[in-house]
Nanobody
Framework: EVQLVESGGGVVPPGGSLRLSCAAS????????MSWVRQAPGKGLEWVSG????????TYADSVKGRFTISRDNAKNTLYLQMNSLKPEDTAVYYC???????????WGQGTQVTVSS
């Protein structure tokens, strides 16, 4: 059974940092194109970052480029998103997902809430 469990969210002031984790089971993260996507209040899903099979390529939305870093630990079968220099507009529920861009595969995890506020 495929499962994704996100964690690491919280409330931070502008300029703060958080590291999100996505523990995967039922499939191998290193053999899957993975993404982080987010959903801000009242808005649709927004792709944030992706990592290719094997990890040779990482990509970022322009809104987070230079501030966020996607990575994974193959031994732990876990995906990460290091978020630095957080802005209020980064406030959202963050999800990890199998897939990229406009195509994702269920199931989804429960997400983790990130709130950037002073």
């Amino acid at each position: 059974e495929v499962q994704l469990v996100e964690s690491g969210g919280g409330v931070v002031p502008p300029g703060g940092s958080l590291r999100l984790s996505c523990a995967a089971s039922g499939f191998t993260v290193s053999r899957t194109t993975m993404s982080w996507v987010r959903q801000a209040p009242g808005k649709g899903l927004e792709w944030v970052s992706g990592i290719s099979i094997g990890g040779g390529s990482t990509t970022y939305a322009d809104s987070v480029k230079g501030r966020f870093t996607i990575s994974r630990d193959n031994a732990k079968n876990t995906l990460y998103l290091q978020m630095n220099s957080l802005k209020p507009e980064d406030t959202a529920v963050y999800y990890c997902a199998r897939g990229y861009g406009d195509t994702y595969y269920p199931p989804w995890g429960q997400g983790t809430q990130v709130t950037v506020s002073s």
